[in-house]
């Protein structure tokens, strides 16, 4: 079983800057099973891709609404992804969620974090 500590979030405003982080642990966890995404649910909508990263050859993939302002960085040493969120819009605000197992086009995810509240103001 993979277990996903998510830390991060909160309230920022617009234009601003937040990281949101999440480290991955378990018996079952390994790198070449996993590429991590982020996903998010606004209020009153469905969950949408973010990102998502591939631990062993850096390859990244972002959701066009986020491409130029996302970030995605990770540390092999902590098994930890990093979000790194610049130039936030209120549109951001939803509910964050980090996971494991799936493709970089945000498919088939299988092991998920908590969910992180981002809120931009306006």
């Known amino acids: 079983q993979v277990k996903l500590v998510a830390t991060g979030g909160g309230l920022v405003q617009a234009g601003g800057s937040m990281r949101l982080s999440c480290a991955a642990s378990?018996?079952?966890?390994?790198?070449?099973?996993?590429?991590m995404g982020w996903f998010r649910q606004a209020p009153g909508k469905e969950r949408e891709f973010v990102a998502a990263?591939?631990?062993?050859?850096?390859?990244?993939n972002y959701a066009d609404s986020v491409k130029g302002r996302f970030a995605l960085s990770r540390d092999n040493a902590k098994i930890t992804v990093y979000l790194e969120m610049n130039s936030l819009k209120p549109e951001d605000t939803a509910v964050y969620y980090c996971?494991?197992?799936?493709?970089?086009?945000?498919?088939?995810?299988?092991?998920w974090g908590p969910g992180m509240q981002v809120t931009v103001s306006a």
């Open positions: 990263i591939n631990w062993i050859d850096r390859s990244k």
């Open positions: 996971a494991v197992g799936g493709s970089l086009d945000g498919l088939g995810y299988t092991s």
């Open positions: 378990g018996r079952t966890f390994t790198f070449d099973r996993s590429n």
